[in-house]
C-alpha cells in the first residue's frame, strides 16, 4: 500500500508540472497565428476587376509565350530552358520555374495577383528596398483583360494530375533539397546553387527532409501558406499554393521524413498496455518475495 501511496503522489505531481508548464512553453514556442487562408483574401481587392473577366487562353499563349519564355520554360509547350539552372540563378538570384505546371499548383487568384506585382504577391516587399528589385517585374502595366487571358492560358496546359513528388519537384525544388528522397544519386537537391540561393535569400533554406518532424504538420500549414505569420521578416515568399497543392507538399514530406507515422502509431497504444500488466506483475512479484522483509 505505501507503494502505491507514493504512486500516486508521484503521479500527481508529474501531471501538476505537465498540464502547468506545457501550455505555456507550448505558447512560446509555437505562438498561434491565424489559420491558412487559401482564399488569399488580401490579394482580392487588387484582381476584382480581373475576377470579373473571362479568359481567353488563345490570347493568353500569345502574351504568356511573348512575355514569359524569355526567362521561364515551358516544356509543355516546346519552350526549354533559356540556360542552364546555375546560369539562370546567377542572372536572377534564383532559377525560375518551369510554367507548365502554374495553373494546377497556384490559387488563381494569387497568380493573377503575382503577374501583376509579384513582390506583393508573394510578401516580401521588404526585401527589395533601396533600389533592389524583385527578378520578375511587374505586368501591373497591363490590361485586366491580358492577365486573365495569361491565367487561362496557364490553366488550360496545367495537367490534371500530378503525384505528390511532382507537386514538390515544382512548387519547392528551386530553393529546397529534400535529400532523404534520393540519399545515392542526389536528384533531390534544391536547383539552385547554395551559393546563388544564400546571396539571393540572406541564408540557405533548410534542407526538407526532417521537417515534417521538427515542425508538424500544423506549423507547415500555416508557414508555407503564408511564411510571414510564422516567422515575420522572412525572406521566404509566400508561394501561392492552391490547398490540395499545399496538401500534396505536406505528404510528401511525411513520405520522406516521417515514412513510419502509420506503424509507429499503432504500436503506441500496444506499447503502454505492456507497461502497464508489466507494472501489474512487477507489483505482484514485489509483493510475494519482500513481504517478509515489511
Do not use: W
Given at each position: 500500500m505505501r507503494e502505491l501511496k507514493i504512486l500516486a503522489v508521484v503521479i500527481v505531481l508529474t501531471l501538476i508540472t505537465y498540464w502547468?508548464?506545457?501550455?505555456?512553453?507550448?505558447?512560446?514556442?509555437?505562438?498561434?497565428?491565424?489559420?491558412?487562408?487559401?482564399?488569399?483574401?488580401?490579394?482580392?481587392?487588387?484582381?476584382?476587376?480581373?475576377?470579373?473577366?473571362?479568359?481567353?487562353?488563345?490570347?493568353?499563349?500569345?502574351?504568356?509565350?511573348?512575355?514569359?519564355?524569355?526567362?521561364?520554360?515551358?516544356?509543355?509547350?516546346?519552350?526549354?530552358?533559356?540556360?542552364?539552372?546555375?546560369?539562370?540563378?546567377?542572372?536572377?538570384?534564383?532559377?525560375?520555374?518551369?510554367?507548365?505546371?502554374?495553373?494546377?499548383?497556384?490559387?488563381?487568384?494569387?497568380?493573377?495577383?503575382?503577374?501583376?506585382?509579384?513582390?506583393?504577391?508573394?510578401?516580401?516587399?521588404?526585401?527589395?528596398?533601396?533600389?533592389?528589385?524583385?527578378?520578375?517585374p511587374g505586368y501591373d502595366w497591363m490590361q485586366p483583360q491580358e492577365i486573365a487571358d495569361m491565367v487561362a492560358f496557364l490553366k488550360s496546359i496545367a495537367p490534371k494530375e500530378m503525384t505528390n513528388k511532382e507537386v514538390f519537384i515544382d512548387a519547392c525544388q528551386r530553393c529546397h533539397g529534400i535529400k532523404y528522397a534520393d540519399m545515392q544519386k542526389g536528384t533531390?537537391?534544391?536547383?539552385?546553387?547554395?551559393?546563388?540561393?544564400?546571396?539571393?535569400?540572406?541564408?540557405?533554406?533548410?534542407?526538407?527532409?526532417?521537417?515534417?518532424?521538427?515542425?508538424?504538420?500544423?506549423?507547415?500549414?500555416?508557414f508555407v501558406n503564408n511564411p510571414q505569420k510564422q516567422l515575420e521578416g522572412t525572406a521566404m515568399p509566400r508561394v501561392g499554393l492552391s490547398e490540395e497543392s499545399q496538401a500534396q507538399v505536406v505528404a510528401y514530406l511525411e513520405e520522406i521524413g516521417d515514412s513510419k507515422k502509420a506503424q509507429r502509431e499503432e504500436l503506441g497504444p500496444k506499447f503502454l498496455i505492456y507497461l502497464v500488466i508489466f507494472a501489474i506483475f512487477a507489483f505482484l512479484w514485489k509483493a510475494s518475495k519482500w513481504r517478509d522483509v515489511h
Open positions: 502547468g508548464v506545457e501550455p505555456f512553453a507550448h505558447s512560446q514556442m509555437h505562438p498561434h497565428v491565424a489559420p491558412a487562408d487559401f482564399k488569399f483574401s488580401d490579394v482580392q481587392e487588387d484582381v476584382k476587376d480581373i475576377k470579373a473577366l473571362k479568359g481567353d487562353a488563345a490570347n493568353g499563349e500569345t502574351l504568356v509565350t511573348s512575355n514569359c519564355t524569355a526567362c521561364h520554360s515551358i516544356e509543355a509547350k516546346g519552350f526549354p530552358q533559356v540556360m542552364d539552372n546555375a546560369s539562370s540563378a546567377a542572372a536572377y538570384g534564383v532559377t525560375p520555374p518551369d510554367l507548365s505546371s502554374a495553373g494546377k499548383l497556384y490559387n488563381e487568384d494569387y497568380l493573377a495577383a503575382f503577374i501583376k506585382n509579384p513582390a506583393k504577391a508573394a510578401k516580401v516587399e521588404h526585401k527589395f528596398v533601396d533600389g533592389r528589385v524583385h527578378p520578375m533531390m537537391a534544391a536547383f539552385t546553387p547554395d551559393a546563388e540561393i544564400k546571396k539571393y535569400m540572406g541564408k540557405l533554406p533548410p534542407d526538407l527532409s526532417q521537417y515534417i518532424r521538427s515542425r508538424g504538420h500544423e506549423y507547415l500549414e500555416t
